[in-house]
């Protein structure tokens, strides 16, 4: 089978996203418009589904015409905001190419990786009739609360996928494992008082201090107790947000406040048992400030573990060789993906593989590298190949 994928179009489309500020508050509408004319200029039948407001998912199917498995190619096409500009030294929406780079915000995490599964794919049409399918779910708010995987899912789009190649930039590493996260608030109710008169009312903010103290000695206890994992690294449980009541004055004790915490977990943490423990430390600490401290589950995201043996991942691990002559390494994504929800709500055996590096996404003139991304294109072409002509079918 003669198995070629378009370089050019691989830049070019990669291009094209990075133009589109696709961030949060924008939306995604007219990058998922790109993208399912993309593929309808392929014959592939996109659908668009709004999941929110300006906020949809793309789903498309590539019949190859025989029986065989379902693989899914995962992406999204949200983007972190561009932050302080003046700490960019190009436009994060030019998308300019200098010294084999492509910079631009979303040209690592993740446009890139959208372009090349979606050439990648490509390429597997033309070569000829192929087994079973490959199914599309390009999605929106990975960034955020993940609803646009959470609405694949209930829509009934991933019954029936056999795996999973989620495209974020890994820096050519095959990810079998990938950080759980879990998203906390705590929220404090007390009593508004004149700052010249604090025993008038009670003050939140020792509460939630103290709850951000006990909050790292629990850390240090989870670490000390699940160890550092060798792909992942250490859990980390990280206040990220501090919000003091409504009253911007400096004389006044707010009536409440609320802190924000991140949990980074590995696999061996009990996400239930942790929560519990959270819920102990603020009811303790509530009992003796007589503040009412309450603690609230935003998002809860266990981590994942694909078996390296598992045909996606040797599929992965096979084209990455094919590709560049050298066996890739087996490692770990340190945040958390879509793949994350697929493998939870659905059971999905889910790898990470993407160009781009690990530690450039969300930072400043965010990069990929030409030759990466269009080397990855080339390993997902392959990849595809390998496993819709090896796996068998799980459902």
Aim: some cysteine; hydrophobic content about 45%.
């Amino acid at each position: 089978m003669n198995l070629e994928v378009d370089h050019a179009a691989v830049i070019d489309l990669t291009r094209r996203l990075v133009r589109i500020p696709s961030v949060a508050e924008r939306g995604e509408a007219e990058a998922a418009a790109l993208v399912a004319e993309v593929m309808a200029g392929y014959g592939w039948d996109p659908q668009v589904e709004e999941v929110a407001p300006g906020r949809p998912n793309v789903v498309a199917r590539v019949d190859g015409g025989l029986p065989g498995p379902t693989l899914m190619f995962c992406g999204h096409t949200d983007v972190v905001t561009a932050g302080d500009l003046s700490e960019w030294t190009v436009d994060p929406f030019g998308a300019e190419v200098v010294d084999g780079r492509l910079y631009g915000r979303g040209a690592a995490d993740m446009k890139g990786g959208v372009a090349a599964m979606i050439e990648a794919a490509r390429a597997v049409q033309l070569a000829g009739p192929f087994p079973g399918t490959i199914l599309f779910g390009i999605l929106c708010d990975e960034e955020g609360m993940m609803s646009g995987a959470k609405a694949f899912v209930a829509a009934g789009h991933a019954a029936g996928v056999d795996g999973v190649i989620v495209g974020e930039p890994e820096a050519g590493e095959v990810c079998v494992v990938q950080k759980g996260a879990m998203r906390l608030r705590v929220d404090a109710s007390g009593k508004m008082a004149h700052g010249a008169m604090p025993e008038e009312g009670r003050n939140p903010i020792p509460a939630l201090a103290a709850v951000v103290a006990r909050l790292g000695a629990l850390e240090s206890d989870l670490q000390r107790t699940v160890g550092e994992d060798p792909r992942l690294g250490l859990p980390y449980v990280t206040p990220t947000v501090f919000a003091a009541g409504s009253l911007p004055q400096l004389n006044v004790i707010p009536s409440g406040g609320s802190v924000a915490v991140d949990v980074r977990t590995v696999p061996g943490v009990d996400h239930r048992m942790l929560v519990e423990r959270l819920r102990t430390v603020v009811a303790e600490v509530s009992a003796v400030s007589g503040v009412e401290l309450t603690l609230s589950v935003l998002d809860d995201r266990p981590p994942t573990e694909t078996p390296v043996d598992d045909p996606v991942v040797q599929a992965l691990v096979s084209a990455h060789e094919q590709v560049t002559g050298e066996v890739p390494p087996l490692g770990g994504v340190p945040g958390t993906t879509d793949g994350t929800i697929l493998h939870r709500d659905a059971g999905l055996p889910v790898v990470v593989y993407g160009p781009g590096g690990k530690w450039v996404a969300h930072q400043a003139d965010e990069f990929v590298e030409l030759e990466e991304l269009t080397r990855c294109a080339d390993v997902f072409a392959v990849a595809a190949l390998e496993f819709l002509r090896t796996a068998r079918p799980l459902h």
